[in-house]
């Protein structure tokens, strides 16, 4: 009974390829989000939909493809993987976006680039 | 911009002892305020938030926080700790216009029997 769950919890590839990383809640939440946590533990905003809609797109390269094929699902894509996007990727879910702020994590996903 | 300070990055804790976590921020408009938990092996979690009224805010397992503007500070407290609160906190800020939550470096508790 999960809240919000992602896959994988590890991955590892190699330089420049191309990689997703699946995230599902099962709250009936309406905005989902998706956050980048960097080696010093700072979380820093990705994404945001709310109701499936693309609400905050912060300045990431878009290399990075969010989809929300329904509003319990938020998926991240990354084409042409680089070093500097290891980090541990958290989405993330709430009721509703009135104070932007999410309710519940997944356990993160820990991408190594080598 | 906000921008949130953690000042102690772990903070060790023997069963039963008061703890308390402290967290400044800055910013030039009105904020909403909150702490998150992310116990071992898990995501995190809304532990507690301010968006106005009351500045003593309660949350969940025992844990409260309490908003000082004049210090720009939302230090989490918990009078007596147990084993299982041991976990990593995180105190974030958004403007109340704002569409972004900033978050802090993250305090480290450990309990000890």
Redesign the interface.
Known sequence: DTAVSQTPKYLVTQMGNDKSIKCEQNLGHDTMYWYKQDSKKFLKIMFSYNNKELIINETVPNRFSPKSPDKAHLNLHINSLELGDSAVYFCASSQDNSYRAPKFFGPGTRLTVL | AQSVTQLDSQVPVFEEAPVELRCNYSSSVSV?L?W?V?YP??????LL?Y?SGSTLVKGINGFEAEFNKSQTSFHLRKPSVHISDTA?Y?C?V?GAA????T????TRVLVKP
Request: charged residues 10%.
């Open positions: 909403y909150f998150y992310q092996n898990q995501g995190l979690q809304l938030k968006l990593e995180f974030a958004i704002g569409n972004k939550l978050f802090g470096g993250g």
